[in-house]
């Protein structure tokens, strides 16, 4: 089966439709042209089938000959994304931070770490809250530390560093 040619068709049939008006006949050719683009799609989507088909024939395969040769199922296949280097654990971090909080809110480790792992990511660590808070003091332009208990942070942001300014004068 050779490869199909793939396209944005949704993109290709709002852009037909886009000026239609919105009497009987215009609405029945706006089913038309989305029947079409649905005739048009058939190709990928056999392609795929096939494609899938193959793919779990020959997982299928590789399973069972895991089982034969080493009396076992085989193991559950590995899921996110691993933070495994520093840079990734660095770029995930924050990102995450900045997900969990807006400017001037605070956030805890544990918020951070749930986030990742509600992502898909996985942090390989000793100390993964140690890891998070060593993170985040890190970068000083965006958390600050709250005084006290332990693991939480404040996000600066363009209103935080505003306030901090004025006061200083």
Do not use: C
């Not at 034969?68 to 899921?79: C, E, I, L």
């Not at 985040?136 to 306030?163: M, W, Y």
Request: hydrophobic fraction near 40%; charged fraction near 20%; glycine fraction near 6%.
């Amino acid at each position: 089966m050779t490869l199909p040619e793939m396209r944005d068709w949704t993109a290709e049939a709002e852009q037909a439709i886009q000026n239609w008006p919105h009497t009987a006949e215009g609405i029945a050719e706006v089913i038309r042209i989305y029947e079409e683009t649905l005739h048009e799609m058939q190709p990928a989507f056999q392609f795929i089938d096939q494609q899938q088909r193959d793919l779990l024939g020959l997982m299928e395969a590789y399973r069972r000959l895991y089982q034969v040769r080493f009396h076992a199922d085989p193991p559950p296949p590995s899921t996110g994304l691993h933070l495994d280097t520093p840079e990734k654990r660095i770029q995930a971090i924050r990102t995450a931070a900045l997900t969990v909080a807006q400017p001037g809110q605070q956030l805890t480790v544990e918020s951070v770490f749930k986030a990742l792992t509600f992502a898909g990511q996985r942090l390989i660590a000793e100390n993964p809250m140690a890891t998070i808070a060593t993170v985040l003091n890190g970068f000083k332009s965006d958390f600050e530390k709250v005084p006290g208990p332990r693991g939480i942070f404040k996000r600066h942001g363009p209103a935080t560093q505003e306030k901090e300014n004025n006061h200083a004068l």
